[in-house]
């Protein structure tokens, strides 16, 4: 199985910066992608951005330019670094992952979230 657990998020000012973690573990061969997303109260989840093994990135319109991604092979990390954030920017984040397991198995995993409020 596969475990992901996000952290980074916190309470912050409007224009202030967060850095969130996606630290994935279990039996993994691979990690082919880690998508970012986010859920604020009363709407639906949306998809923010996107790494894939490679390196290449999307993000949405919303926050491009602003937010950007990274990941350490190695590690099984992602990490979405968030710059002059917005009120509109508070949500629970969420990381999934598309992964390959040592088994051949591919799996789509998701971890618990974290917190992301911005507030004055």
């Known amino acids: 199985q596969v475990q992901l657990v996000e952290s980074g998020g916190a309470l912050v000012q409007p224009g202030e910066s967060l850095r969130l973690s996606c630290a994935a573990s279990?039996?993994?061969?691979?990690?082919?992608?880690m998508n970012w997303y986010r859920q604020a109260p009363g709407q639906q989840r949306e998809l923010v951005a996107v790494i894939t093994s490679d390196g290449s990135t999307n993000y949405a319109n919303s926050v491009k330019g602003r937010f950007t991604l990274s990941r350490d092979n190695a590690a099984n990390t992602g990490y979405l670094q968030m710059n002059r954030l917005k009120t509109d920017d508070t949500a629970v984040y969420y990381c999934?992952?598309?992964?390959?397991?040592?088994?051949?198995?591919?799996?789509?995993?998701w971890g618990q979230g974290t917190q992301v409020t911005v507030s004055s």
């Open positions: 279990g039996n993994i061969l691979s990690i082919y992608a």
């Open positions: 999934n992952a598309d992964t390959i397991l040592v088994t051949g198995e591919r799996l789509h995993s």
